[in-house]
Structures are given as C-alpha cells and as structure tokens.
C-alpha cells in the first residue's frame, strides 16, 4: 500500500503533483517587517535569522519541484502589489494543459 513503506521513494510514488507550483517569496528584510506588522503565529516567527531561512528554503522547495517535472512560478512579492502577482499567477494558468482527470506522478516525467 502507498506510504507504508518506511522509504521516501516508495512514498513519493504516490503523490499528485501540481501542473503548476507558486512560489511567492520577498526579501528576507520585507519578511521580516511583515511578519512583525502581522504578528508571530509560531515559534520560528519569533527567530530573526527566520525569514533568510525561510526564503532559502522556498528557493529549495522549487529546485526539488522542478527535478519532479513540476512548472514553478517563483514570484518575488518585495515590491509587487498583490494586483500585479494576482496578473502574473493569472498570465500563467491559462497556458497550462493539466487536468483533474490526469493526476501526474513524481515518476511521470522520466
């Protein structure tokens, strides 16, 4: 059965993956100053060397994507309004050609 093994490849076989991933990410400053405009909702907000990690590891999460066949839109959100991200999502997803009835598998793209 899927995911009983106790290997990360035998699990993996068994995810959907996304025709497209987002990526939003911004400066580890403007991450910074938006987490504490909004206030920590857990612990890792309350580290400061939190927001370059995070951003570090977004930045992984999309080269991992992307070894899996996924298409990765990384948007920078610094200095972009949630109107101009909302147009660069929206520019993209017409494009794409996936379906709900054509899962992909992370071994697809072999």
Known sequence: ??????????????????????ILTAGPAVVAERLARRGARHRYHLDPAFPAREVALYAEAARTLRTMGVRVL?????????????????????????????????????
Do not use: E, F, Q
């Open 74 to 110: 990384p948007l920078d959100t610094t200095t972009a309004t949630p109107t101009d991200v909302a147009r660069r999502i929206a520019d993209v997803v017409p494009s794409l050609t996936g379906s709900v009835g054509n899962h992909t598998r992370p071994d697809d793209h072999r």
């Open 1 to 22: 059965m899927c995911c009983n093994s106790s290997t990360t490849s035998r699990c993996r076989s068994c995810i959907l993956l996304p025709d497209l991933a987002v």
